[in-house]
Each structure stands twice: as structure tokens, then as C-alpha cells.
């Protein structure tokens, strides 16, 4: 009859197996670390290549993500990218503008306009507009204007239709089927379009004097080409009385600046990272032919195929992730340089781009590493030894 082991003995073992591993890491920082030390040379070679690939890599990864945004806060800047009239010149229904702003949220902007031919007191046509002018000043900032009207009935005269009222700085009268109205010039508008032909009112002047409500409304909608056309097609839905189209100019602009903006910032984050990867496979080449004899022993030791190359692995591993640390810090640096230069506002980093940058340079110090190790399988501790 055998006796159970007493819990001394099972403690015991546990506690032989646990320090069992303990000899097995400490040697492989101990070599990790020779390795470093005795080739300094090879190892900051390859470090510095590391380095460089993971701090433009996060360089690059921080500019596009910021200059996405920058990029399309500055189309913003130049107006509408889609715009709701009315079909076969009708008013929009009552309400529109604000079926509008629900459906596109708070960061959109959107501005009414409503139009009429009306005729000056001698007699001459101009098409006057009626708007809300605090929001043409977020919509149309690219807009040349001297003074915005800020009381009522001011009026904002376009540099032509200013040759249809005889004195542009005094007040004058304007006439829309049979009601008159005197308005006072308080600025003066030049675009270089059809915009410098207008008079513009604000609407509520507008609406009391003429009874027409607005018939078109431009809208700048943010987001991607993707997300314009998602609020199109919202849009069409919400407002099914109503024509709803992009401006294609700001639209395709847009999305062709921005293809080519990621085009060139990834396209120079692979040539660095290709380059960095040549760079450290050479390195790692060299440092099997420099430690031939240490990976010998380890054969001859009793050390298995697959310990030495998972130990070779580790190393390059290893080396990838101090290289992707340092040069994400040094990438935040010049992603910060390159916005205040270029763009005169700084970029913020993104700690989101760092499990990437990781991640990517580990891949790319493991991928180089697959040819030293068909180089380490070739070892023979026999010849190796010998000298030969």
C-alpha cells in the first residue's frame, strides 16, 4: 500500500518547478544584454534604423489625422458644399431650415436665402437677397466685406449693384410689387461672382416686405466625400419637396486634396519603414556571422533548433519594441515642429497611434529577422568549434 505524499513534499516541488524558469530568463537577459554590450556597433545601427522608421512613422500617422481635420476646416472656409432649393424656383416649405439642422447636427451650418428682381427709384432692376447675416459670416468667410450690417433695415450692397443706386452711402429706396422700401447702405460686398450684383437684407426685413419666403438654403456639411453623400441622401429624405445637390468643386476638391495628401504621407512612411527594415536586416545578418560560436555552444549544450532561433526572435523582438518607444517620443516632437511650421497651429498627439507604432515596428524587426535565422539553422557547433 503506498502512502500519499505529505503536502511538505507537493510544496516543495511547486515551489523547485517555479524556480526552475527563473535560471532559464535570467540567462536570456544576461546574453540579450552581452549582446548589446560586446557589439555596440551593430546594435545602434539597428536601433537607430528602429528609431527613425517609428519616429516618422508616428510623425506621419499624427500629421494625417490632424491635417484631415485642419484641411477640412479650411474648406469650410471657402462655403457651401451642398445646397437646397427649392423645385421649379418654388420656396422651400416652412420650416426647412430647421428640418435641416436636425438632421445634420450642430456641426454643420446652414443659411437661408430668399430672392426677388426688385427696382430701384429710377426704375433699374437688382436682385435683392435676403439672409441671416450672422451665419453668411461663419458660411462665406472668404466674403471681401467692409462693414456687416448689424440693425435693421441695413443693407449690404455688392460692388456692381452699387451702380444701380445713385448714392451707395446714402440711403436709398427699393420697390417689389407696388411696397417700397428704404434701406440704409452700411457695406459693400466683392466676391468676383454673381454675389456683387445683389443687395442683401437681413431676412426678417426681407420677409415683411416682399411676403417671400426663402427659396434656397447652402449648407456646409462636415465630414468625408463618404459623409457628404450620407447627408445627401438624408437630406433627399428629410425634404422631399426640395432639390438637394453638392457643389462639386468643394466637394471634389476637398476629397482630391485629401487623397493626396494621405497618398504622400504614407507613401513616405513605407519608404523610411522599407529602408529601416534593410537596415536592420543587414545589422542582424551581421550579428549571426559576429556570434557563430555563441550559437554554437548553445547547440552543442543541447540547446534545440527551435530555443535558438525563438531566442534570436526574442532579441530582434525586443530591439523593435525600445526603437518604437524612442521614436514615437521623437516622432510627438516633429509632428509638433511640422504643424507649427506649416500650419501655424500645433498638432496634438495621439496616444492611439503608439499600440500601432508598436505593433508595426516588432512585425518589421521580426520580419527581418527570418533570414538570420534561416542563417542560424546552417550553424554546425561541429565545424563551428573546431574553427573551421
Known amino acids: 500500500m503506498t502512502s500519499r505524499p505529505s503536502q511538505h513534499a507537493v510544496a516543495t516541488a511547486e515551489v523547485a518547478a517555479r524556480r526552475a524558469d527563473v535560471p532559464h530568463q535570467s540567462m536570456f537577459w544576461r546574453m540579450l544584454l ?74 454643420s451650418i446652414a443659411v437661408p436665402f430668399a430672392y426677388v428682381v426688385a ?17 453668411v459670416r461663419r458660411l462665406n468667410r472668404w466674403w471681401n466685406v467692409s462693414k456687416w450690417p448689424a440693425g435693421p433695415l441695413q443693407a449690404l450692397v455688392g460692388t456692381r449693384a452699387a451702380g444701380a443706386i445713385q448714392h451707395s452711402d446714402k440711403p436709398f429706396s427699393i ?5 417700397s422700401l428704404e434701406v440704409t447702405p452700411v457695406g459693400t460686398l466683392q466676391t468676383g461672382a454673381a454675389e456683387d450684383s445683389r443687395v442683401y437684407l ?103 533548433e527551435k530555443l535558438v532561433n525563438g531566442f534570436f526572435a526574442a532579441e530582434a523582438a525586443v530591439l523593435g519594441l525600445v526603437g518604437a518607444l524612442i521614436g514615437y517620443v521623437i516622432g510627438i516632437g516633429v509632428a509638433a515642429w511640422i504643424g507649427r511650421v506649416n500650419f501655424h497651429a500645433p498638432v496634438i498627439p495621439r496616444l492611439s497611434v503608439l499600440p500601432w507604432i508598436v505593433a508595426g515596428s516588432v512585425l518589421v524587426a521580426l520580419i527581418s529577422a527570418v533570414i538570420p535565422i534561416g542563417l542560424l539553422r546552417r550553424v554546425q557547433p561541429a565545424i563551428i568549434l573546431r574553427g573551421e
Do not use: H
Not at 420697390?175 to 411696397?179: D, I, L, V, W
Open 34 to 107: 552581452r549582446a548589446a554590450v560586446l557589439r555596440r556597433g551593430r546594435a545602434a545601427s539597428a536601433l537607430l534604423a528602429m528609431v527613425v522608421a517609428a519616429a516618422v512613422a508616428t510623425a506621419m500617422m499624427n500629421l494625417y489625422v490632424d491635417v484631415q481635420a485642419k484641411l477640412r476646416s479650411e474648406f469650410r472656409n471657402y462655403g457651401a458644399n451642398i445646397v437646397i432649393v427649392g423645385k421649379n424656383g418654388a420656396s422651400l416649405p416652412a420650416g426647412a431650415l430647421q428640418q435641416v439642422e436636425a438632421t445634420l447636427g450642430d456641426k
Open 119 to 135: 427696382r430701384t427709384s429710377d426704375g433699374q432692376s437688382v436682385v435683392v437677397a435676403g439672409t441671416d447675416f450672422d451665419r
Open 175 to 179: 420697390s417689389f410689387q407696388g411696397r
Open 202 to 304: 437681413s431676412l426678417s426685413d426681407f420677409a415683411s416686405w416682399t411676403n417671400v419666403q426663402p427659396s434656397t438654403i447652402e449648407v456646409a456639411a462636415s465630414g468625408s466625400a463618404g459623409e457628404v453623400d450620407a447627408a445627401l441622401n438624408r437630406l433627399n429624405q428629410t425634404i422631399p419637396t426640395a432639390e438637394v445637390r453638392p457643389v462639386r468643386q468643394i466637394v471634389e476638391g476637398e476629397a482630391r486634396v485629401l487623397n493626396k495628401t494621405r497618398a504622400t504621407l504614407l507613401a513616405a512612411a513605407v519608404l523610411i519603414v522599407l529602408t529601416a527594415a534593410l537596415c536592420v536586416l543587414a545589422t542582424l545578418i551581421g550579428w549571426v556571422f559576429d556570434r557563430r560560436r555563441d550559437f554554437a555552444i548553445m547547440k552543442a549544450l543541447g540547446a534545440s
